[in-house]
């Protein structure tokens, strides 16, 4: 047999997508999926993607899309949606025979798991953070982190091809479930290195109405704990009073916003703290582009796994970061990046106020961090190693071996 026969026999058979994400909202955890579905579709993979019929995409990505029914009322749709998925997957799998199903992890994924039991594939569930861990700092209760302790703990026991988005993932969830006879696989994320490239400051500055007399901070994330944003105002205060001229955009939303605007108001630098909100996806570029420093600060289990420090560095943005690497690529100090060794209010804003005047070496660092991005990641690189992952797990091999 011909290798050009046995390509096309080994790519018979298709690849369903399930999730639970509200894809409406044009975000880092949403664009993800899309990203790595139009990635598939163009390597020549018939992909089918299954969604809540609630939470629509705002733009679907370019393959076969099933919208499951459920009804739109708290504590039901989730429910209801992981009740009916099975049966649609049964249902398109007896027709379309995929020859994997890859899924985010969900409340429940027993009937996913059942239903590719019946169909004779592998269920392939990604990892992408620490559920556990985000809630427990958001303040959950115990008793509900319990139970999603549990549900997280069933949903390892019946799915044997686990994807973790880094390694430091991979290593909590041993020590937390002790992973016995498990397909363990680490994709790191990319990034859309065409939407997020360095462009004319000019133009973002004008786009987005901004001052173009003005330095701007910003920040592009969520108001949670692990983020530091408290730390981000406080930090602002000192950095305003020897740089008059410098402007904070905080982008985002979450639990401690309110607290961030009641710092900024107690400091009385609520017109040079701009708390711009959730913003579409798409207008993200255009903050990086039209700012002079970019701030990630992260805590507990992520060094640096984010796709907004990879965003950042992709649109060539000078980052000020606590991280030491991403997804185990080394940045360098003054190269990719500037680094603080630890999460301080001086060493924060010291490193602001350095960033502002030495012009020379943020120049470096715009230059190096795109460079970087571009030799390690990029969204191709995902979907392509998640591809081996597939035929691997099916048996088989994408050089027809």
Known sequence: MNTAALTKKNHTGGIFYTCYEDLRAEAAWTVHIREVVDEWIKKGEDVTLFIPKTYPFTRPPRCRIVCVPTIDIRFIREYLYLFLLPLYVLGHGIKRRPRAVYSREMALMSGVALACALLGIPLIMEINGSMLLEHAMGGTSRVKIIILRALQHFNLRVVKHLVFVNAELVDMFQKTYRLKDKSI?????????????????????????????????????????????????????????????????????????????????????????????????????????????????????????????????????????????????????????????????????????????????????????????????SWEKTAGRLIDIIDTTNGRKRNGS
């Open 185 to 377: 696989h680490v994709v790191t994320n990319g990034v859309n290195t065409e939407l997020f490239s360095p462009k004319d400051r000019t133009t973002a500055i004008e786009g987005l109405g901004l001052n173009p007399h003005t330095q701007y901070i910003t920040f592009v994330g969520s108001f949670y704990p692990h983020s530091h944003t408290p730390l981000i105002i406080h930090a602002a205060s000192l950095v305003i009073q020897s740089h008059p001229n410098a402007v904070f955009l905080m982008v985002g939303d979450g639990e401690e916003r309110k607290l961030c605007e009641t710092i900024a108001a107690s400091l009385s630098i609520q017109d040079r703290v701009v708390f711009c909100g959730m913003r579409p996806h798409g207008d993200i570029p255009a903050f990086i582009n039209a700012s002079s420093i970019l701030v990630y600060l992260i805590a507990g289990y992520s060094s640096g796994a984010s796709l907004k420090m990879l965003e950042y560095l992709s649109s060539g943005g000078v980052v000020v970061s606590n991280c030491s690497d991403i997804h185990g690529k080394a940045l360098v100090d003054g190269t990719h990046y500037y680094r603080i060794a630890d999460v301080s209010l001086d060493s924060l804003a010291e490193a602001i106020k350095t960033l502002l005047v030495d012009t020379e070496s943020a120049e470096t660092i715009r230059r190096n961090a795109r460079e970087f991005i571009l030799r390690h990641f």
